[in-house]
């Protein structure tokens, strides 16, 4: 008897994988209505339903475009497409879909909205909200040469707009803390700016190749992965740990990235270096020009306890007290990347 019901219980445990498995490709295997009708995900739209029309850049999967989609009838809207290039494995699919999976449970300002799926036929599509300006990095190295002009509280990079991006981010950030969601990979190339310039949370997949050397890999018996360390606390590089105390970390990265206008952290060091230095207690430097009150903020989410860092809601509290908190600051060096350091 006890053998039998061991079985049972493996089985039934092997049914819902398979069943979770088979539902992220838009096959609800346990839905009770499955018998009656073929029940697609209520995401599904038909492709005639989408146009691509350009490149917007390349995924860790494959190509983003840009394009419209028809959600409801006679209603275009601008999206940004995910595509997933073929000949990916199984294991490249789930993945792709399981970033699609948790923004299906997300509705915030802060936050880039999943709009629709195309999963029946290839190459698969994920569809998103459109972000006019694109990734929060690329839009901020290609404004730092307009730190030295005068500027007004409406311009891109005034102290009032840098101080905004933040408490977007820490907008998102309270939200999924609330929905108890770790992002694990908060940094700047994970946020997109759309045409108001308000700073959405993207990127709910870790791991890409659009900024690859931002990323290290850690290869454990035989399990390759890759880890954005410069934006890792010290207990997560130490036990792999990831929680919302370490998205908090992360965002002291991204304060940083934002006031320096896209710079690398750590720059001058290689990711090894990085990793020793982190976990011997060592935080990025802050520079002499930071306002005081962005110092305390930025020594608050660099705290090395990781239960004393203050937690998102507490850094939305903080920040509105300061509406010019984070003023620009290229005493920092250039924005080179890794790959232009190691060989
Ligand atoms: P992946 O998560 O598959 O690696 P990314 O989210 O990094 O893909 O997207 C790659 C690039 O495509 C981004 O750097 C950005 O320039 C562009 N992109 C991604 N999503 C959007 C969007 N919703 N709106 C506009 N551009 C986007």
């Known amino acids: 008897l006890l053998s039998f019901l061991f079985w049972k219980h493996r089985y039934n445990r092997k049914v819902q994988y398979s069943a979770q498995i088979m539902k992220m490709f838009g096959i609800d295997l346990l839905s009770p209505s499955r018998s009656k009708h073929n029940t697609l995900d209520k995401w599904e739209i038909a492709k005639e339903n989408v146009v691509i029309n350009r490149r917007l850049g390349e995924g860790a999967f494959g190509m983003v475009y840009g394009g419209e989609a028809q959600l409801s009838p006679g209603a275009w809207t601008a999206v ?9 494995t199984v294991e490249d699919r789930l993945d792709f879909l399981s970033e699609a999976e948790a923004m299906k449970k997300f509705n915030h300002k802060n936050i880039i909205k999943l709009l629709a799926v195309c999963v029946q036929s290839e190459p698969i599509y994920t569809i998103m909200e459109f972000m006019l300006y694109g990734d929060l990095k690329t839009y901020l190295l290609a404004r730092r040469n307009m730190v030295n002009e005068k500027t007004t509280d409406e311009s891109d990079i005034s102290a009032k707009r840098l101080t905004m991006y933040s408490m977007d981010i820490a907008q998102g950030l309270a939200y999924l803390a609330k929905k108890k969601y770790v992002h694990r990979d908060i940094a700047c190339r994970n946020c997109l700016v759309n045409a108001q310039r308000v700073v959405k949370i993207g990127d709910f997949g870790m791991a890409r190749p659009t900024y690859e050397s931002d990323y290290y890999r850690f290869n454990r018996k035989g399990v390759r992965k ?3 360390v410069r934006w890792m606390p010290p207990e997560t590089l130490t ?5 919302p105390s370490s998205d908090i970390w992360s965002f002291g990265v991204v304060l940083f990235e934002v006031i320096s206008f896209g710079s690398y952290p750590y720059q001058g060091l290689t990711n090894n270096e990085v990793l020793d230095y982190v976990k011997s207690g060592n935080t990025l430097q ?3 020009g930071v306002k005081p009150q962005l ?5 608050a989410c660099w705290t090395q306890e990781a ?14 007290n300061f509406p010019r908190l984070l003023t620009p600051c290229l005493d920092w060096p250039t924005a080179i990347q890794m790959s232009e350091i190691e060989s």
């Open 80 to 88: 940004a497409v995910k595509t997933l290039k073929s000949g990916q």
């Open 226 to 228: 890759l880890f954005p």
């Open 239 to 243: 036990s792999g740990l990831f929680t």
């Open 286 to 288: 802050i520079p002499i």
């Open 295 to 299: 110092k305390g903020l930025l020594k």
């Open 307 to 320: 239960d004393k860092r203050p937690n998102a809601l507490e850094i939305i509290d903080y920040i509105s």
